[in-house]
């Protein structure tokens, strides 16, 4: 179901007043949980700079557009690098950041685009050491194959 333009203007002035409230305010937000719908990059970042970083612990996103084909809605996490999240969920969007960017995050949940073979090796030692589980939607079938190419589009749910 994809939602009238009527609603989609609705939401983007409603974001649209909730960071002008916070941009007036002379600091960040400082959120332990963050839950909001978006409809695209833009309004992600726009939201994420008004949020102290280091003190938030879980992000939830969600895709105002309900969509079942999201593979082509990107969106993009590297201000997250070395913040101290402990959950990120994405959903119905596809996340176009390095794996290796999002790895400290023990609870992760998210559709990624790539994910390159030396980055999947980083993340699998730091698995190994870990007590977190690991799913995974789709794998190559052949490993030469997956071994060979430069970029994996191989997508992985962890």
């Known amino acids: 179901m994809i939602p009238e333009k009527s609603s989609l203007k609705n939401s983007e002035k409603f974001l649209d ?34 949020v102290d970083l280091k003190s938030l612990e879980s992000l939830q996103v969600f895709n105002l557009i309900d969509t079942e084909n999201y593979e082509d809605l990107y969106l993009n996490f590297d201000i997250l690098e070395g913040c101290a999240l402990f959950d990120l969920h994405v959903t119905n969007f596809t ?54 190419s430069d970029s994996q589009t191989t997508l992985v749910t962890v």
């Open 17 to 50: 007043s909730v960071v002008q409230v916070l941009e007036s305010r002379d600091r960040l937000l400082k959120v332990k949980l963050l839950v909001f719908v978006v409809a695209g990059q833009d309004q992600l970042m726009k939201l994420l700079r008004c």
């Open 95 to 148: 996340v176009s950041s390095k794996l290796s960017l999002l790895n400290h995050i023990p609870n992760l949940i998210v559709h990624m685009d790539n994910v390159h073979c030396e980055e999947l090796m980083n993340f699998k030692e730091r698995f190994i050491h870990s007590n977190y589980a690991l799913t995974i939607k789709s794998f190559p079938t052949s490993l030469d194959s997956w071994l060979l």
